[in-house]
């Protein structure tokens, strides 16, 4: 049988132990109507600027995967993104609004990122090459990734007083749009497709080590729009514009979308960090502690609030999620543990109409989908990979009572028949036997009616049950890359439709249901 085998074996026979005192749990699935829709393409990840030298708490985790210094060729890296067919990649971050085009009349020198006393988050303005840009857009081209840039929008903008007078870090004056427009008519001319251009980061609210007036940053992006149009005129497809990339704060947001006016930005995208500092010692109890992880859910309410009230043209966007700031946790964000924070806030605001979930990082930091170094996938790289095959665009009303450290969510599932289900186990001791039952049963399932096509399940649970493994198991299957460093197939086990669907303890479960009768779902095949 081998060791391998017999693993499986072993967790089979516990899932049979333990079913006989697993707590049952009924979860009520509505299927008539839908309650929100994501974007089809809802997984982003970001690649961020941060040189070697980015450190925090004593430790540099960026190595070489900020932009100037990733190998952008690497097989891993490659596979990894070809896997999603069209996963969306966002390019920005904290020295966005530093960073220089070395293009067209307007910019001579193109200095090099460093640390200096006094520059924004430490660093001095950076340069990007046309050398550079057409490397990234090889590996956009080559991957079919959306690509969303980030562009800097300060350039021509008035600093503050130096030092500042208490809080003011508030720059002024209009954008200079200038080395913005050549590098759009450079990437135009060498037909290099762009999703969409975001304007910024962090400059809205409060701002971060800096920040503009939003009646300000409201005409700084009519113009963003106004160059794109002019640039592109008849050419198709035009990028996006998406805004303000940064922290929600309400009046702000509210008085830029009034300001810019109708149409103006497409994606109203903004940041979360709701797990504090990554050097929080408490950090491996929030992330499975669902009273403070539904904190977040306010937030979410409130962006699709300020979209109905004063920007019903755009949509809601997490532009960057980390979960923990600074460069995330070193002992949990690349763990399995980080799943309970990043599926459950892919499950939760999706159901607040959120159409894009970009996570930080793709690669970078100790919150990477990838290593830092090796490239190999963490965990939450399949748990984004399964959401991204398994669960549609549309979001189904689904609720439980029984126990607080279950999550539940559902979809139409992808481009299939019936629903795709995530279940998040949050505790660490208690089994769950989830039946799922149509709302009002008007349309029974196949497993009240004892019959129909298998169930599909992903069991995903740590290597040797330690949480704060970066080793994750699929079915009771250690997942690895190929010899030719491909992304593992992902099969799912089929299971009789009549039975529960068995959770463990600390576990996640993707469940497609190909029987359940969704009128709403059948309107998206």
Known sequence: MGLKGTMVGVLLICAWFFEGFAEDVKVTVGGVTSIAETDDNFICATIDWWPADKCDY???????????????????????????????IRMGGSLQDQI??????????????????????????GCLTMQKWDEVNKLINQTGALFTFGLNALIGKNK??????????????????????????????????IDSYELGNELCGSGVSARLDAKQYAKDLVKLRQTVKDVYQKARPMPKIM???GF????????????????????????????GPGVDPTLINKVQDPYFLSQIAQTYKDISDS???????????????????????????????????????????????????CRQSLIGGNYGLLDTTSFIPNPDYYGALLWHRLMGKRVLATSQNDSPYLRVYSHCAKQKPGISMLIINMSNSTWFQVQVQ????????????????????????????????????????????????????????????????????????????????????????
């Not at 979960?323 to 939760?348: E, I, R």
């Open 100 to 125: 220089l085009y070395q293009i067209g009349y307007a910019i001579h020198d193109c200095p090099q990122i460093k640390k200096v006393e006094g520059g924004l988050f430490g660093f001095s303005e």
């Open 248 to 275: 929600y704060d309400k009046e702000w947001f509210d008085t830029f979308l009034e300001a810019a006016g109708p149409h103006a930005v497409d994606g109203l995208t903004h940041h979360t960090y709701n797990l």
């Open 438 to 525: 149509n709302d009002m049963n008007l349309h029974p399932t196949a497993s009240e009616s004892n019959g129909g096509q298998e169930r599909e399940e992903y069991h995903l649970t740590p290597q040797n049950g330690d949480i704060q493994s970066d080793k994750l198991l699929l079915n009771g299957n250690l997942l690895s890359l190929t010899e030719a460093s491909d992304i593992p197939e992902m099969k799912p086990k089929l299971v009789d439709p009549s039975s529960a669907i068995v959770v463990a303890p600390d576990s996640f479960v993707f469940a497609t249901l190909r029987d359940f009768k969704a009128p709403t779902c059948m309107l998206s095949l």
């Open 243 to 245: 805004g303000p990339a």
């Open 160 to 193: 503050p007083e130096l030092p500042p007078k208490g809080d003011n870090i508030t720059w002024t004056g209009d954008w200079d749009s200038q080395n913005a427009r050549d590098l759009i008519e450079y990437t135009l001319s060498k037909g290099y497709k």
């Open 58 to 88: 004593n430790q540099c985790p960026w190595g070489l995967a900020g932009i100037f210094n990733l190998d952008l060729q690497n097989i891993i890296l490659v596979n990894a993104i070809k896997a999603f067919d069209n996963l969306r």
């Open 307 to 357: 979209i109905r009230l004063f920007g019903p043209w755009a949509s809601a966007w997490i532009g960057e999620a980390g979960g923990a700031y600074n460069s995330g946790g070193k002992d949990v964000s690349h763990t399995f543990a980080n799943g309970f924070w990043y599926l459950d806030q892919l499950g939760m605001s999706a159901t607040f109409n959120h159409k894009v979930f």
